[in-house]
T-cell receptor, first 111, second 113 residues
């Protein structure tokens, strides 16, 4: 069964450093998303991406965040100058239509 | 507004019993809802969805009910099994040009042997 894959599963970084979280969406999907989940809290929408551009973004997705589809298979989330409060699980999702399928997530720990 | 909430944070049921997880939403314009299951250390897993032109939809051991009058959504799981233990989220799909899921807080379901 096709699935969304994310790497790495756990990323540890120092405050102020840049990180890139990687995702391989399901191959025939056209819509891509990033969400985050702070420990013990609900899943929060960050950004959606379609046709090589951002469709919608939340207030969380400020200038320190960016997304890119560098090739035909990968979808990345870059966080510049990480802050302690960026520590969370980051989930990538993709969809063909309405149903979004999620990856297992990347746990980001900012020290 | 964009608010999807859950009535109970935790629910415990005996194995084999039925469980009902509730969810309230506030955006009366919402027309599509999804239930996700999240097991420890994993991403949300799609369970079932329903559009606002329906009141009920059934899957394998799961049923979703939608009451638009009171803006209430529920997930019924029949004959619960240990593998049903997880956190369950309802989510509202805001498809205003781009799809965006607004998640509720989640209900932790524990199945007791």
């Amino acid at each position: 069964e096709p699935e969304v894959t994310q790497t790495p599963s756990h990323q540890v970084t120092q405050m102020g450093q840049e990180v890139i979280l990687r995702c391989v969406p399901i191959s025939n999907h056209l819509y891509f998303y990033w969400y985050r989940q702070i420990l013990g809290q609900k899943v929060e929408f960050l950004v959606s991406f379609y046709n090589n551009e951002i469709s919608e973004k939340s207030e969380i997705f400020d200038d320190q965040f960016s997304v890119e589809r560098p090739d035909g298979s990968n979808f990345t989330l870059k966080i510049r100058s990480t802050k302690l409060e960026d520590s969370a699980m980051y989930f990538c999702a993709s969809s063909e239509e309405a149903i979004q399928y999620f990856g297992a997530g990347t746990r980001l720990s900012v020290l | 507004g964009e608010s999807v909430g859950l009535h109970l944070p935790t629910l415990s049921v005996q194995e084999g019993d039925n469980s009902i997880i509730n969810c309230a939403y506030s955006n009366s314009a919402s027309d599509y809802f999804i239930w996700y299951k999240q097991e420890s250390g994993k991403g949300p897993q799609f369970i079932i969805d329903i559009r606002s032109n329906m009141d009920k939809r059934q899957g394998q051991r799961v049923t979703v009910l939608l009451n638009k009058t009171v803006k209430h959504l529920s997930l019924q799981i029949a004959a619960t099994q240990p593998g049903d233990s997880a956190v369950y989220f309802c989510a509202e799909n805001i498809a205003q040009g781009a799809q965006k899921l607004v998640f509720g807080q989640g209900t932790r379901l524990t199945i007791n042997p």
